[in-house]
C-alpha cells in the first residue's frame, strides 16, 4: 500500500480507543446476535463476493448496519473498502468498521471527496477490492445518490451492484435523517441485489448523469419494493 494511502486511511488515536471501545463491545454483542438472522441474498450478490471478480457495492445510509455486517463475513477472504466522512460520527463508524477487518478512507462529498475518491479508486485497483459508497451519504437528503459510485465505477472500470436489506422485525429511527434500519436478532432479513451496472470510461456531462439516476431510481425500486407487504 503506497504512503499516500497509508495515511489518509483512519488512525485510531489512544484517546478515541478509550472511548470507542465500550461502543465496540456493544456492536460486538450485536453482529453476534445477528448470527441469529435467517439471511436470504436475492442476486449476483454473493457471486462477487465468494470469488475474486471485481465489484462495487451500492446502498442507500439506511441499510449501512446490516449490509456492514454482511460484508464483514467475507473480510477475511476479500479486502473490502469503504469512505468514511471526516465528521466526528464518522471517526466512530471508521472505528468500528475498520476493526471489523474492512479499510476505511476518510473524506466527503463536502471535505475531502475528491481526495478521497481518488484515493479508494487507486485501492480498489491496486488491492482488486470490493469498493463501497453509501450514495446519500453523509448528509440528507436521503435517498438521492451523490455522483461519487458512477466517477468511481467510470475510474475503476468495476461494476456496480446496487443491494437493498430489509428485516422482518427491525426498528426504524425516524428521527434519523436517513431513517436508520436496526434489524431485530432471530428476524428473517432479505438482501437484494440486482445486475451489475457498468460505466464507460468517457462518459461525461449527460451521459454520466444518466448512469446516476439509474443507480438512484434503481435502489430506490427496490426500496419502495421491500418495504410493501408481499415484499
Not at 453476534?32 to 451500492?58: E, K, W
Not at 449490509?67 to 460520527?89: E, H, V, W
Not at 432471530?186 to 444518466?210: K, Q
Request: glycine share 8%; proline share 6%; hydrophobic share 45%.
Amino acid at each position: 500500500m503506497s504512503a499516500p494511502i497509508r495515511r489518509l486511511l483512519v488512525t485510531k488515536s489512544f484517546h478515541n480507543r478509550f472511548f470507542f471501545f465500550p461502543v465496540f463491545v456493544i456492536v460486538w454483542v450485536l453482529v453476534q446476535l445477528y448470527r441469529t438472522c435467517r439471511v436470504t441474498v436475492n442476486g449476483p450478490l454473493p457471486d462477487f463476493l465468494t470469488s475474486d471478480r471485481p465489484v462495487l457495492l451500492a446502498w442507500w445510509q439506511q441499510d449501512m448496519l446490516f449490509n456492514f455486517f454482511y460484508l464483514s463475513r467475507f473480510a477475511k477472504q476479500r479486502k473490502i473498502a469503504t469512505i468514511i466522512s471526516q465528521s466526528k460520527d464518522g471517526d466512530l463508524a471508521a472505528y468500528l468498521i475498520e476493526s471489523f477487518g474492512m479499510t476505511v478512507i476518510r473524506g466527503s462529498s463536502s471535505k475531502g471527496g475528491k481526495a478521497a475518491l481518488d484515493l479508494l479508486t487507486a485501492y480498489v485497483r491496486k488491492e482488486h477490492a470490493v469498493g463501497i459508497i453509501v450514495c446519500d451519504g453523509p448528509r440528507p437528503p436521503g435517498r438521492v445518490a451523490k455522483p461519487g459510485v458512477v466517477i468511481l465505477a467510470r475510474s475503476t472500470g468495476y461494476p456496480i451492484v446496487k443491494t437493498r436489506s430489509w428485516g422482518a422485525r427491525q426498528h426504524i429511527f425516524t428521527s434519523s435523517w436517513c431513517k436508520l434500519l436496526l434489524v431485530y436478532p432471530f428476524s428473517r432479513v432479505t438482501i437484494w441485489s440486482d445486475a451489475p451496472l457498468s460505466v464507460p470510461a468517457g462518459a461525461r456531462g449527460d451521459e454520466l448523469e444518466g448512469y446516476r439516476l439509474e443507480v438512484e431510481h434503481g435502489l430506490n425500486r427496490m426500496a419502495d419494493w421491500s418495504e410493501q407487504p408481499a415484499g
